[in-house]
């Protein structure tokens, strides 16, 4: 059984940073790309950065690059999103998953989800 737990998410004042964490099994790691999405109320499910663990390979979407990090841990089925300058608009209950699409970015595309960690930014 595919499973991903993420963990990490808490309150944090702007500015400040976080790291979440995504443990995965039940699959081998290195053929499935793992990405990182946000919800927040009222909204739709946005993607945000993936990477192919396969070969390091990532992809960001605008609204965080150079804000965000992903990086993967294969000796231990890991994957990391670091967040740093962290804005209030940030706030929303974070997922990762996993796809066996590629490295993409649309939800859609995502066959395994975790159950979320939330992420509050207070201003």
């Known amino acids: 059984e595919v499973q991903l737990v993420e963990s990490g998410g808490g309150l944090v004042q702007a500015g400040g940073s976080l790291r979440l964490s995504c443990v995965t099994s039940?699959?081998?790691?290195?053929?499935?790309?793992v990405g990182w999405f946000r919800q927040a109320p009222g909204k739709e499910r946005e993607g945000l950065t993936c990477i192919n663990p396969s070969d390091g390979r990532t992809y960001y979407t605008d609204s965080v690059k150079g804000r965000f990090t992903i990086s993967s841990d294969n000796a231990k089925n890991m994957v990391y999103l670091q967040m740093n300058n962290l804005k209030p608009e940030d706030t929303a209950v974070y997922y990762c998953?996993?796809?066996?699409?590629?490295?993409?970015?649309?939800?859609?595309?995502?066959?395994?989800w975790g159950q979320g960690t939330q992420v509050t930014v207070s201003s």
């Open positions: 998953a996993a796809t066996t699409h590629g490295v993409v970015l649309g939800a859609h595309e995502y066959e395994y």
């Open positions: 039940g699959f081998t790691f290195e053929d499935f790309p």
